[in-house]
């Protein structure tokens, strides 16, 4: 059965700075899709990035970038420059079923 | 990408109850899905929504407890049955575009049992 593992459930970071939330998975499966998720307090679950496995190329979105290292079964997000409107809850999903149980990102300003 | 509604936005229910959350969908969507989130809790799928078919339950999860309805492509109710306070959390709605295969979740159910 696939699992994910998302060990860090809060991290705080100042403004400005980069943050790299940490997810990895089990999987005997070779071709899937990873994903993170946002959800800021209370509003909707929204998708943040996502990375088809057979794409060795790591998925960059702006200033969401993923590091994904297949032989290790590890999916991390990394944020850059982050904002005060990344403060969420993140979640590490693999393909539509299995989610993380959630890192929760708070921004100081 | 897909818009998604749900109604009710919350409720509050007594045990034994059984309370139908709707989830419309802008567009035509091939699938269409259903998780619990319990408050500060991951997500967990409940079920896949199957257009003209009974919908497909995950491991824990069974029909008589969560009927599903999916009449068409754009519509899916799912049914808390009988409700405990067991049941209290926030029921999602999600659909993936087929082309694309991104997931959109809509604004979610808060469902409080007392």
């Known amino acids: 059965a696939q699992t994910v593992t998302q060990s860090q459930p809060e991290m705080s970071v100042q403004e400005a700075e980069t943050v790299t939330l940490s997810c990895t998975y089990d999987?005997?499966?070779?071709?899937?899709?990873l994903f993170w998720y946002k959800q800021p307090p209370s509003r909707q679950m929204i998708l943040v990035i996502r990375?088809?496995?057979?794409?060795?190329q790591n998925a960059t979105e702006n200033r969401f970038s993923v590091n994904f290292q297949k032989a290790a079964k590890s999916f991390s997000l990394k944020i850059s420059d982050s904002q005060l409107g990344d403060t969420a809850m993140y979640f590490c999903a693999f393909m539509k079923h299995r989610f993380g149980t959630g890192t929760r990102l708070t921004i100081i300003p | 990408s897909a818009v998604i509604s749900q109604k009710p936005s919350r409720d509050i229910c007594q045990r034994g109850t059984s309370l139908t959350i709707q989830c419309q969908v802008d567009s035509q969507v091939t699938m269409m899905f259903w998780y619990r989130q319990q408050p500060g809790q991951s997500l967990t799928l409940i079920a896949t929504?199957?257009?003209?078919?009974?919908?497909?339950?995950e491991s824990g999860f069974v029909i008589d407890k969560f009927p599903i309805s999916r009449p068409n492509l754009t519509f899916s109710t799912l049914t808390v049955s009988n409700m405990s306070p067991e049941d209290s959390s926030i029921y999602l709605c999600?659909?993936?575009?087929?082309?694309?295969?991104?997931?959109?979740f809509g604004p979610g159910t808060r469902l409080t049992v007392t």
């Open positions: 990375q088809e496995a057979y794409k060795q």
């Open positions: 999987t005997s499966e070779n071709n899937y899709y």
């Open positions: 929504a199957n257009q003209g078919s009974e919908a497909t339950y």
């Open positions: 999600s659909v993936i575009d087929r082309d694309t295969y991104e997931q959109y």
